[in-house]
Each structure stands twice: as C-alpha cells, then as structure tokens.
C-alpha cells in the first residue's frame, strides 16, 4: 500500500520561507512522479508544483513560479518543496500527491494523495 507522509508546515511571517517534505512508502519511490497541490478555506484545489520520475523536470504552477523549488531524493523517499518569499495567498493545506505515470498540472490524474500538512502565511 502507497503511503504519502507530509511535514513541514506552520506558521510563518509575509516574506519568510518554509520548506515541506513528504516521504513516500509502500513502493518504489522512482516509480513516482511527485507533485504538490495545495487547496485554500473555500476555494478549489490549484497545482503548485511536479517533479518527474528522475527529477529532470519541473513544472510550477503561475502564482508560485520563481519562488517556490520542489526536488526530490530518490535515496530517501522524500519529495521537498522550499517555500520562499511567502505571501498570505499561499495559506493553504498543501498536499502531496504521487502518480506512476503521470507528470502535469491536472491534478485529477494524481493516483496517490497524502493527508495534507497546514501552511499559514501571516501579513
């Protein structure tokens, strides 16, 4: 059984940085495309962010593009998302979700969905 793990979140001040990581189990890490997709009070879920299997490419969703960085160690299981220069429109649940075939920004073809870790951004 594939399992999702998110950590990481908190509270955090406009312009500080925060960086989550979500661990991976029950199967081969490099089998994964990784992505982070995070959902805020009342609104629809919205990509953040996808690594590919080897992690040779990334997308970003627009309104993090340029701050935010995810990787991932393959050697540890574990996807990571650096979070930086934090707005308070970033406060969200940021999930980590995990596909065997899939690498985009529909969040729909994402097989594997942690439980989310709780991000806050104060102004």
């Known amino acids: 059984q594939v399992r999702l793990v998110e950590s990481g979140g908190g509270l955090v001040q406009a312009g500080g940085s925060l960086r989550l990581s979500c661990v991976v189990s029950g199967d081969t890490f490099g089998k994964f495309a990784m992505a982070w997709i995070r959902q805020a009070p009342g609104l629809e879920r919205e990509f953040v962010a996808t690594i590919t299997w080897e992690g040779a490419r990334t997308v970003y969703g627009d309104s993090v593009k340029g701050r935010f960085t995810i990787s991932r160690d393959n050697a540890k299981n574990t996807v990571y998302l650096e979070m930086n220069s934090l707005k308070p429109d970033d406060t969200a649940v940021y999930y980590c979700?995990?596909?065997?075939?899939?690498?985009?920004?529909?969040?729909?073809?994402?097989?594997?969905w942690g439980r989310g870790t709780q991000v806050t951004v104060s102004s």
């Open positions: 979700a995990a596909d065997r075939f899939y690498a985009g920004s529909v969040i729909k073809e994402y097989s594997y």
